[in-house]
């Protein structure tokens, strides 16, 4: 990065120098050197069902806080939508420990007699970082967070 002043003026990328006005940058950009200001583990389960975990006679939308089952979650929730076949969505915020979303996720199935055919599963760090260093006109993007939607990215 060319900085003049309190700005970036520029990038330089293999060997090619891009000027620049702004700068909005991924948080895996950004230089080692900057100081993190907030690191959350936030992870997410989507399982494929043919049962649901939750009775109904016609098509559903399920939202279960999972806060009783995990209290020590920031944000801990599952939400299932189908007919005839059902996705199951969960996420949570937490610290690390040994009680994860996807072994309640599982609990649940186990209660309700349901088997899921197919799972996908990952962890993801969310950083924020001090950008007050990096200049004036440089944005992070926002991290990864507990939202299932990305309103919250569209707003900062």
Not at 104 to 124: C, D, G, H, L, Q
């Amino acid at each position: 990065m060319v900085k003049e002043g309190e700005r970036i003026t520029a990038i330089i990328a293999n060997n090619e120098r891009i000027n620049c006005r702004h700068v909005i940058m991924s948080p895996r950009f950004v230089p080692e050197d900057v100081e993190i200001q907030m690191n959350e583990k936030i992870e997410r389960v989507v399982f494929a069902t043919d049962k649901s975990i939750k009775v109904v006679e016609k098509e559903q939308l399920t939202l279960v806080n999972l806060a009783s089952l995990r209290p020590e979650a920031a944000v801990s929730r599952l939400v299932e939508v189908g007919f005839e076949a059902f996705l199951v969505h969960a996420t949570e915020s937490s610290s690390d420990d040994e009680k994860s979303v996807e072994s309640i996720a599982e609990r649940i199935f186990e209660e309700n007699e349901v088997v899921p055919y197919w799972k996908m599963s990952f962890t993801a760090n969310s950083m924020k970082f001090d950008t007050k260093g990096l200049g004036a006109n440089v944005v992070v993007a926002p991290p990864v967070d507990s939202n299932i939607h990305y309103s919250n990215v569209i707003e900062e």
